[in-house]
């Protein structure tokens, strides 16, 4: 609770020829709900324990798919999430800048990012998605529609690894609102349980994002 607490302090303050350019992008997933919409989706979610029987195994969620052409999520995603993007018939990028929304970290080498799924695909598992059929985990896994895929840099994602909002959120202070928003939205629209702590945690976190936007 004493690291809730600080948090909380900081919340109130080419291969082939290359392809043109990409339009500059907003560095953003798709906007989540707000926190007063967030607040209402995480009353209306169940409260379980998290149950690993049977166990997780990352290859029950198939991913990259192809999104488009030759793009498949991850490509589409660094795209997005990039500026001045350029691509090689492969759609790899081949150029650009980056800046990973979690910890302000900058690139201009699209292999340094990871994609992050912002609520871990162990988490969904452990939340209910093991119930799920396959195809509807490889749709969690690639959805680009809800604010779940986002492009970070690799030493934020492997800091984050599986952990849910009780043990890990961005270091980046202008992100976490932001964050706190796609994960309740996502376990949402998935209908996927939260634990007791962790649904203590957003509660408290939304409540700060709450007092953001009206102030803002």
Same mark, same amino acid.
């Given at each position: 609770?004493?690291?809730?607490?600080?948090?909380?302090?900081?919340?109130?303050?080419?291969?082939? #020829?290359?392809?043109?350019?990409?339009?500059?992008?907003?560095?953003?997933?798709?906007?989540?709900? $707000?926190?007063?919409?967030?607040?209402?989706?995480?009353?209306?979610?169940?409260?379980?324990?998290?149950?690993?029987?049977?166990?997780?195994?990352?290859?029950?969620?198939?991913? *990259?798919?192809?999104? $488009?052409?030759?793009?498949?999520?991850?490509?589409?995603?660094?795209?997005?999430?990039?500026?001045?993007?350029?691509?090689?018939?492969?759609?790899?990028?081949? $150029?650009?800048?980056?800046? #990973?929304?979690?910890?302000?970290?900058?690139?201009?080498?699209?292999?340094?990012?990871?994609?992050?799924?912002?609520?871990?695909?162990?988490?969904?598992?452990?939340?209910?998605?093991?119930? *799920?059929?396959?195809?509807?985990?490889?749709?969690?896994?690639?959805?680009?529609?809800?604010?779940?895929?986002?492009?970070? #840099?690799?030493?934020?994602?492997?800091?984050?690894?599986?952990?849910?909002?009780?043990? *890990?959120?961005?270091?980046?202070?202008?992100?976490?609102?932001?964050?706190?928003?796609? *994960?309740?939205?996502?376990?949402?629209?998935?209908?996927?349980?939260?634990?007791?702590?962790?649904?203590?945690?957003?509660?408290?976190?939304?409540?700060?994002? #709450?007092?953001?936007?009206?102030?803002?």
């Amino acid at each position: 609770m004493i690291v809730l607490v600080i948090l909380f302090s900081v919340v109130a303050f080419a291969l082939a #020829s290359p392809i043109a350019p990409e339009a500059r992008a907003s560095h953003e997933l798709p906007t989540p709900v $707000s926190a007063a919409t967030a607040m209402t989706y995480l009353a209306s979610l169940t409260v379980g324990v998290d149950d690993n029987v049977p166990a997780y195994n990352r290859s029950r969620f198939k991913h *990259w798919h192809i999104v $488009s052409g030759t793009c498949d999520t991850r490509k589409t995603v660094l795209k997005r999430d990039g500026t001045d993007v350029v691509v090689d018939a492969a759609c790899k990028p081949t $150029s650009g800048n980056w800046v #990973s929304p979690y910890d302000d970290v900058t690139t201009t080498v699209a292999s340094q990012f990871d994609i992050d799924h912002i609520v871990p695909l162990k988490e969904a598992w452990v939340s209910g998605a093991r119930l *799920w059929t396959d195809a509807k985990r490889e749709a969690f896994a690639n959805d680009l529609t809800l604010p779940q895929l986002v492009a970070v #840099s690799a030493r934020s994602n492997r800091s984050k690894g599986d952990k849910d909002p009780a043990l *890990w959120v961005p270091p980046s202070a202008s992100y976490l609102c932001t964050y706190i928003r796609a *994960w309740v939205e996502i376990k949402y629209k998935y209908h996927l349980a939260v634990d007791a702590t962790e649904k203590t945690v957003l509660t408290d976190y939304l409540a700060a994002c #709450s007092v953001e936007e009206v102030d803002s």
